[in-house]
């Protein structure tokens, strides 16, 4: 079945960076994403991947992509208290117009 | 100039009610969604819908339905509200023919059922 997992909760410092990782299941997955989410907000795209490649660099923002193993995971460098949020990996399913398979959203904490 | 917009922002109302929520993009997308989003934040597809499709999500009880006045607007009517129906509700927003498709989210409308 479709399924994307992430881990809960995240706390780094500012200034560190900050790994999320995410594993998803199916494999005909075309794109890959990461939205954001800031408090009572709905959410932004942040990065996508296109499963044809296994890294994508953007700023401070680097997504690896493991199709092997199914599995996904946002760097961020330099991690800055605004970057305090929750981050929700998601898949596409079905072809272009398919519908977005969200995982469960991890919150990044970043203390000062 | 918001690109996808719900409302009400808040709607607070009694189990047994019927309550619309209203979304409309000024993106000239031509598919929208609705997602329900738990107090856990775990997030999930309800509908999407095109002007020749409507997709359901089979887990969505049919006392959900979304009504589409035109390409702009896609409404949520809910009947007859149970509490396990209090969420946010997030309306999005895509373009056909985007490899991407990336997907343009609204504020969301938090609904509470008493």
């Known amino acids: 079945g479709e399924d994307v997992e992430q881990s809960l909760f995240l706390s780094v410092r500012e200034g560190d960076s900050s790994v999320i990782n995410c594993t998803y299941t199916?494999?005909?997955?075309?794109?890959l994403y990461w939205y954001k989410q800031e408090p009572g907000a709905g959410l932004q795209l942040l990065t996508y991947?296109?499963?044809?490649?296994d890294m994508k660099q953007d700023q401070r923002l680097t997504v690896l992509l493991n199709k092997k193993d199914k599995h996904l995971s946002l760097r961020i460098a330099d991690t800055q208290t605004g970057d305090s949020a929750i981050y929700f990996c998601?898949?596409?399913?079905?072809?272009?117009?398919?519908?977005?398979?969200f995982g469960k959203g991890t919150k990044l904490s970043v203390k000062p | 100039d918001t690109a996808v917009s719900q409302t009400p922002k808040y709607l607070v109302t009694q189990m047994g009610n019927d309550k619309s929520i209203k979304c409309e993009q000024n993106?000239?997308?031509?598919?929208m969604y609705w997602y329900k989003q738990d107090s856990k934040k775990f997030l999930k597809i309800m509908f999407s819908?095109?002007?020749?499709?409507?997709?359901i999500n089979e887990t969505v009880p049919n006392r959900f339905s979304p009504k589409s006045p035109d390409k702009a607007h896609l409404n949520l009517h809910i009947n007859s509200l149970e509490l396990g129906d209090s969420a946010v509700y997030f309306c999005?927003?895509?373009?056909?023919?985007?490899?991407?498709?990336?997907?343009?989210f609204g504020p969301g409308t938090r609904l509470t059922v008493l």
């Open positions: 819908y095109n002007n020749k499709e409507l997709i």
């Open positions: 998601a898949e596409r399913i079905g072809g272009s117009q398919g519908n977005l398979i």
């Open positions: 999005a927003s895509s373009r056909g023919g985007v490899l991407y498709n990336e997907q343009f």
């Open positions: 991947i296109f499963s044809n490649m």
């Open positions: 199916d494999s005909s997955s075309t794109y």
């Open positions: 993106l000239g997308h031509d598919t």
